[in-house]
């Protein structure tokens, strides 16, 4: 029943999200801007300290439920994640965590930030990489749409909708976008959470604070019998299942470990 819950209210705010950044009228940003302030990385450059309290209490208890519903990117991945594994037999294995690369992306992401270096910090943080993707990639395919309702409609006398003109907006940006978005897409159908547990500043930190997390999935040694069914889903490869542990820092609370755990 969590997963479930959990699963819906990713798939609703990736949604809403993505609208946020198609929508060229402003309609939407009055019913639901407020998702795209209670972002990490923006509240924090936003000096929104009630959003950045807020989201650490949550990671502190729950662990890193934000990358796993509220943040654009991460539900992103995991539905080119659930794709690609509906497309392959090969299941998830355990890894060990890639400390050096994502402390080292972590430094790189704050000397960026602190030395006004902005195009190369915004290539690492989550947000602005799904609004880039999604401005870019998404929004031309939105607008052609918009233009061919808006055609039907005006050939059947209705002025509901009305043209808008399609253009590249910076060329070395759809790039950068283009590049972004086959590099997650097939980071996801390989190896599930890749990005956000060795790229994203956002993930590193919380995935810190979701060492001390007050609720955690934990394995009950005298109930498993070893299977390997939780490792085998776990899009974050974070679970040992020979060692019955688990990398707290890099599980972004998806659940589907429990969902197939027989024991």
């Known amino acids: 029943m969590l997963r479930k819950i959990r699963l819906t209210c990713g798939i609703i705010c990736l949604t809403l999200i993505t609208l946020l950044f198609l929508d060229f009228t402003g309609t939407l940003h009055g019913w639901f801007g407020w998702l795209a302030k209670i972002q990490f990385l923006p509240a924090v450059l936003a000096l929104n300290v009630g959003v950045v309290v807020l989201l650490i209490i949550l990671t502190g208890v729950f662990g890193r439920i934000y990358c796993s519903v509220i943040c654009p ?5 995991d539905v080119a994640a659930w794709i690609g594994k509906k497309r392959k037999k090969l299941p998830y294995s355990y890894s060990p965590a890639l400390s050096l690369l994502r402390y080292g992306a972590l430094a790189i992401f704050i000397i960026t930030l602190v030395a006004g270096v902005s195009f190369i910090a915004t290539l690492f943080a989550p947000y602005s990489a799904y ?48 590049a972004t978005f086959v590099i997650l897409i097939l980071l996801a159908w390989r190896n599930g959470r890749t990005y956000c547990n060795t790229i994203c500043p956002v993930g590193t930190v919380l995935g810190f604070l979701s060492r001390y997390s007050l609720f955690c999935i934990t394995i009950d040694t005298e109930k498993c019998n070893k299977c390997g069914l939780c490792a085998r889903h776990c899009k974050a490869a974070c679970i040992n299942a020979k060692e019955h542990t688990i990398d707290y820092s890099r ?7 429990l969902g197939k755990c027989k024991q």
């Open 251 to 257: 599980c972004v609370v998806c659940m589907d470990c």
């Open 131 to 178: 609004g880039r993707i999604a401005n870019n990639l998404f929004q031309p395919i939105w607008l052609w749409g918009n233009n061919l309702f808006a055609h039907l409609a005006e050939r059947a006398g209705s002025y509901a909708f009305y043209e808008v003109d399609i253009w590249i907006k910076s060329l070395p940006t759809f790039i950068v976008a283009a």
């Open 73 to 77: 990117l991460g539900v992103f991945q």
